[in-house]
């Protein structure tokens, strides 16, 4: 099995001008993926600022904010070309600069050391998401807007196992960025990505690609698009935006190198963004709790593939077989035993572990779901009510 290194795309070292590859001090350490337990305990939150008011992204989706681009009252095309495309985002994609302490410098004294990421204004009221790589461990965040002003900026929340974070500056005449579906997303579409690549001077870097897939896993992060839309250290926190101008997945991480011995194949084009659906609801969770929730069935799963479908005689090729139900749990209340085999909830078909706990990411405790789901060749539904995962 080949392994490629995974690049954190921000931050970038201040002045560094490299090819994509660990440039990255700041970056923290990989954490390993959920052990097939949709109940492992998330990583903590990082909360310093409640949030006043809650956000509501999807709105953002459905018309052009307050004072967005290009003129109120225009309508804007529902499919626009690439200069188009940035020219509705630049103003609403930010430079993040933060200031970290790096150890001790040669008379004991704290060493500091600047970075770079990219983030997206969501609201009128300053609010900007970006990855919690780009601020973690910060004692200063600096975000310049594409007008040239600049804020400090402080950290309202930020949640490592989903790599999300949200800030917050204090400024008017902003112009939000729309978000869009990313369930929508098809394989093969176009997309745009905006950040900071390297910290070039001149501004923001643009680059075009493709949807290459979707679905996929890297370290922690779960539900991801793969796309081969070209981004670097610094793209990290940046928007990745569809044919309409919409925010679809925000930048995170990027393939890079060769696995195995010098001369072996060379990682090209395979980079990845998180979806906007999930970050939606890490930033709602955020904003009105002030710490990610997260729902939970109960239980431990792994994917069914066509493999194990044929070694074991089962009655799909996809979905997620159960191998342990909890007790007193969502989904032992609702009659689900190990062996059954989940397809589906709320209609939306499950052919892998990741997309149930995408779906346990985007629908909150306390929502009532219909899994369906086969036990032996019977196929089966039950309605159920989503549990708040435990700290552990």
Do not use: W
């Amino acid at each position: 099995m080949m392994k490629y290194r995974v690049t954190l795309l921000a931050p970038v070292a201040a002045l560094v001008v490299a090819v994509a590859v660990a440039c990255t001090p700041s970056a923290p350490a990989k954490t390993s993926s959920p052990a097939l337990s949709e109940a492992a305990a998330p990583a903590p939150i990082t909360q310093q600022s409640p949030a006043a008011t809650l956000l509501s992204a999807n709105a953002a989706a459905a018309t052009p904010p307050n004072g967005a681009q290009p003129q109120p009252g225009k309508v804007i095309p529902s499919t626009l070309n690439t200069v188009e495309i940035v020219k509705l985002l630049r103003p609403s994609v930010v430079h993040v600069q933060t200031e970290l302490v790096a150890g001790l410098d040669r008379l004991g004294r704290p060493a500091t050391q600047t970075a770079i990421g990219t983030g997206s204004i969501v609201d009128g009221q300053g609010r900007i998401l970006t990855n919690n790589h780009v601020v973690e461990g910060a004692r200063k965040i600096t975000v310049a807007l594409d007008d040239g002003r600049t804020f400090t900026a402080r950290l309202i929340g930020a949640d490592p196992l989903s790599d999300l974070a949200v800030i917050k500056i204090d400024a008017d005449n902003l112009t939000p960025v729309r978000l869009g579906d990313s369930d929508a997303l098809q394989v093969g579409e176009d997309v745009v990505a905006i950040g900071f690549a390297l910290d070039l001077e001149g501004g923001a870097s643009v680059t075009k690609g493709v949807v290459s897939a979707l679905e996929r896993s890297v370290d922690s992060l779960e539900g991801l698009i793969q796309t081969d839309t070209d981004i670097n250290p610094g793209n990290s926190g940046g928007p990745l935006a569809n044919s309409r101008g919409e925010v679809v997945g925000v930048n995170t991480r990027a393939l890079r190198g060769s696995p195995g011995s010098i001369g072996g194949p060379e990682a090209q084009g395979i980079n990845f963004a998180i979806s906007i659906n999930q970050a939606k609801a890490i930033m709602q969770s955020i904003l009105e709790k002030g710490h990610v929730v997260r729902s939970y069935l109960g239980v431990n799963a792994v994917t069914v593939t066509p493999a194990t479908a044929r070694s074991f005689n089962l009655p799909v090729e996809r979905g997620v077989v159960l191998q342990s139900v909890a007790p007193n749990t969502p989904a032992s209340r609702a009659g689900l035993q190990a062996n059954d085999i989940i397809v589906a909830m709320d209609g939306k078909a499950i052919s892998n572990f990741p997309t149930l706990l995408r779906l346990l990411t985007v629908n909150p405790p306390g929502a009532k779901v219909n899994v369906e789901y086969f036990r032996g060749t019977e196929k089966r539904s039950a309605d159920l009510t989503l549990g708040e995962r435990p700290a552990q």
